[in-house]
């Protein structure tokens, strides 16, 4: 009697840890995400928010002007040019974008690198930090929490067949 | 022949709960290399129990078990998640180059799919175990083999 009571008591916890660990990683919601996809829908992971989402991107200040004056800054492929420096614009308002950027407007290249070049992609880790199974636990929690819910059914069905037959 | 199949399965489990998480372990390279990895271990597992597929296989819409059968779709559906977990893999890997496949569709449609197929294994992953509980427990010697029946 202890040994079923203390299983239950284990049960019930897995399905409680479970059912936190369902919510901690929008488990529905990232299960059946693929069925309300649809290529038009825009995709917002970070990845592409950084690639794909650029050519798009307008930045607050460029919104702001007219659009003649934008026209002027945009060069190539609709992006912003280098720099403030080299243009010929009013001294005030090259004040403004100094002092809205602060230091964004000395700012060198982008030092995070790309997917496929050298840098730190998705999953990596800075040198010396290695494993990090922090995550695991919601998994093997949702996991655990299927498995109890699989066991307690099974049994529930041989238990029902088995009165069936009795009773037959 | 069971003791393989026990640890077998056991090292599917553990590699599939490391798996989820691409942050976790050794990184993107680890998941990656480790994800095509337990695509054979899963094939093994299946050449292991070709017995019991062959058997619930001819005789699905005939003399089958009720139990059998559900087992049956349980594990085709696994069967397609960790193919559909495998290809999307491979679609939107980083670490290994597998451009020269031409798989198609948008990098977002394939990143998608990957979590949803993923996510969705893995819960079929655990009703498989709990279906499978009892096996489990003669295995540890937790429960006895009744009449030489195995679960």
Same mark, same amino acid.
């Given at each position: 009697?202890?040994?079923?009571? &203390?299983?239950?008591?284990?049960?019930?916890?897995?399905?409680?840890?479970?059912?936190?660990?369902?919510?901690?990683? =929008?488990?529905?919601?990232? &299960?059946?995400?693929?069925?309300?996809? &649809?290529?038009?829908?825009?995709?917002?992971?970070?990845?592409?928010?950084?690639?794909? @989402?650029?050519?798009?991107?307008?930045?607050?200040?460029?919104?702001?002007? =007219?659009? &003649?004056?934008?026209?002027?800054?945009?060069?190539?492929? @609709?992006?912003?040019?280098? @720099?403030?420096?080299?243009?010929?614009?009013?001294? =005030?308002?090259?004040?403004?974008?100094?002092?809205?950027?602060?230091?964004?407007?000395?700012? @060198?290249?982008?030092?995070?690198?790309?997917?496929?070049?050298?840098?730190?992609g998705r999953g990596e880790f800075?040198?010396?930090?290695?494993? =990090?199974?922090?995550?695991?636990?919601?998994?093997?929690?949702?996991?655990?929490?299927?498995?109890?819910?699989?066991?307690?059914?099974?049994?529930?069905?041989?238990?029902?067949?088995?009165?069936?037959?009795?009773?037959? | 022949?069971?003791?393989?199949?026990?640890?077998?399965?056991?090292?599917?489990?553990?590699?599939?709960?490391?798996?989820?998480d691409p942050r976790?372990?050794?990184g993107l390279?680890?998941h990656?290399?480790?994800?095509?990895?337990?695509?054979?271990?899963?094939?093994?597992?299946?050449?292991?129990?070709?017995?019991?597929?062959?058997?619930?296989?001819?005789?699905?819409?005939?003399?089958?078990?009720?139990?059998?059968?559900?087992?049956?779709?349980?594990?085709? $559906?696994?069967?397609?998640?960790?193919?559909?977990?495998?290809?999307?893999?491979?679609?939107?890997?980083?670490?290994?180059?597998?451009?020269?496949?031409? $798989?198609?569709?948008?990098?977002?449609?394939?990143?998608?799919?990957?979590?949803?197929?993923?996510?969705?294994?893995?819960? $079929?992953?655990?009703?498989?175990?709990? $279906?499978?509980?009892?096996?489990?427990?003669?295995?540890?010697?937790?429960?006895?083999?009744?009449?030489?029946?195995?679960?």
């Open positions: 009697m202890v040994k079923k009571i &203390s299983f239950l008591i284990l049960s019930i916890a897995i399905l409680v840890f479970g059912i936190i660990a369902f919510s901690k990683l =929008s488990y529905w919601d990232r &299960s059946v995400r693929i069925f309300k996809y &649809s290529s038009n829908t825009p995709f917002e992971s970070r990845m592409d928010r950084g690639l794909e @989402g650029r050519e798009s991107f307008v930045r607050p200040e460029m919104r702001e002007l =007219s659009d &003649s004056m934008r026209a002027g800054f945009e060069t190539r492929e @609709g992006r912003p040019g280098p @720099g403030m420096r080299e243009r010929n614009i009013p001294d =005030s308002l090259r004040q403004q974008f100094r002092t809205r950027n602060g230091e964004q407007m000395g700012r @060198g290249r982008f030092e995070g690198g790309i997917r496929n070049g050298e840098g730190r800075p040198e010396g930090r290695k494993i =990090s199974i922090r995550n695991m636990k919601w998994f093997l929690a949702v996991f655990a929490f299927f498995t109890v819910i699989a066991i307690y059914i099974d049994k529930a069905i041989c238990l029902i067949r088995k009165r069936y037959r009795t009773s037959d | 022949m069971n003791i393989i199949k026990f640890f077998l399965s056991l090292f599917i489990t553990i590699a599939m709960l490391l798996l989820m976790s372990f050794y390279a680890f990656e290399w480790a994800g095509l990895i337990i695509g054979i271990f899963f094939i093994l597992h299946k050449i292991l129990n070709w017995k019991w597929i062959k058997k619930v296989t001819v005789g699905f819409f005939r003399n089958c078990p009720g139990r059998a059968r559900f087992n049956y779709v349980l594990d085709v $559906l696994l069967l397609a998640g960790i193919t559909l977990m495998i290809i999307s893999g491979i679609a939107i890997a980083r670490t290994i180059d597998f451009s020269w496949l031409n $798989l198609g569709g948008s990098r977002a449609f394939w990143r998608v799919m990957h979590t949803s197929s993923s996510f969705l294994t893995l819960a $079929l992953f655990g009703i498989h175990l709990g $279906l499978h509980w009892n096996w489990v427990l003669q295995r540890l010697h937790i429960k006895k083999v009744k009449n030489g029946k195995e679960n």
